[in-house]
C-alpha cells in the first residue's frame, strides 16, 4: 500500500481506528481500489463504527459462525450490499439477498423499515463527511435512530448471509430468536419464516409506504404492511379461508367492514383495526376499496386513538385551513393522496412528530 493513501487527516484517523481494533493498516481494504477514500469508503467506515460494538455482545453460537480475519471488513461489505439491493426499485431476486430480506423482515418487523430509511440517510450522510468525527457521528446516529436490539439482528443475519445461498439456508433457523421471530410471522401471515425465505421467487419492498410483498410460486402473495406481522396479511391463495374477493395484488377486498371483522378476526390484544383511508369514504370510492387488506390495518389501540384524535383537530399548519378539521380536509383529496396522507400520519404520530 503507498503511502500517499495515508496523506489526509480522515485516513490517518482511520489508520488508528484499525490499530485499535488490532489490524495495522487498511483494516476494512478501503485503499484496494486506489489511495483516495471514496464516497463508499466512507459509509464503510460508518457502518463498520455502527455495527463494530454489536459484534462484541452476539451469542456464542453466531460468534462461531465468524471467519475470525477480517470480521469486520466482511460484515461491513455484506451489509452495504443487501441493503443496497433492498433499497433499489427493483425487486429482490437472488439468492442469498432475497432470504436476507425476509429474514430480516421476520426479525425486526416494523423496525424492518426504520433500518432501511436509517441506512438511506447514513447512505447521504456519509458521504458529505470529511472527518472520521463527524463518520462517528453518522455511524452513531444510525445505531440510535434503529436501536441497539436492531443493530445485533442486522449484525445476526448479516453474520448469516456470509456465503452461498445454502449457507445462509442452514445457519438460519440456528440464529438466536429465530423460533419466536417464525411463530410471530406464521401467526399473522399464515407463511413459515424459512418456507418464505428459501420459497419466494421475489421480494418487493416498498420503504415509502413500509410494505414488503414476498411473491411465491403459484401466485401465492403475502405482504404485510407495517409492522411486519403487526398487521395481518393475504395468506396463500391455498390456505386463506374462502370470503372476500381476491384482488390481483394478493389482498381481499369485503362489502362491508363487519364482513372484514368476520374474516380478519380480532386485530389482537392491545390492537385496533385502522383505516388508513377513513371509513367516511366508503361511498365516494365504493366499500371494497376501504375495507380490503390493504388499507385495514392493525394499530396499537393508543396509536389508533391518538390519530383519530388528530384527525378531528383542526392543525391549519398541514391543512392550510383554520375552519375545516383535518378529517374535513382529507376528505375532499383523492383517494392516492388520502391514503399517502394516511400513512404519514401513522408514521409522524407515532414518532411524535405530530402532536
Known sequence: MSGEAWQSDLAQSYGRFCERRGTLGDCLTLFDDGPDLQANDKRSIALALAVGPALEGVDAEVRAMLNPTRVLTTLSFTITAYMALLLAPEPVTKGAALAFSVLMWGYLGWEFFTLLRAYAQLYEDAQRASTFAELREVGERFGRVIGPNSVRILVMVATAAIGETAALMSKGPKLPGFGQASRTVEANTGLRLMD????????????????????LPVNAVSMTARNGGGERSALKASEAPKGGRLLPNGHRAFKSFRAFKRYMGKA????????????????????????????????DKDLHDRISAFYSS??????????????????????EAQREFGLRAIENIRDGVWG
Open 196 to 215: 418464505a425465505a428459501t420459497g419466494a421467487e421475489r421480494v418487493i419492498v416498498s420503504v415509502n409506504e413500509g410494505t414488503i410483498r414476498i411473491v
Open 268 to 299: 389482537g390484544e392491545g390492537k385496533d383495526w385502522h383505516h388508513i383511508v377513513e371509513k367516511r369514504n366508503a361511498k365516494r370510492f365504493g366499500p371494497e376499496a376501504i375495507n380490503n387488506t390493504e388499507n385495514v390495518v392493525a394499530l
Open 314 to 335: 383542526i392543525r391549519d399548519g398541514i391543512t392550510r385551513s383554520s375552519s375545516l378539521t383535518v378529517r374535513q380536509w382529507l376528505s375532499t383529496q383523492s383517494y
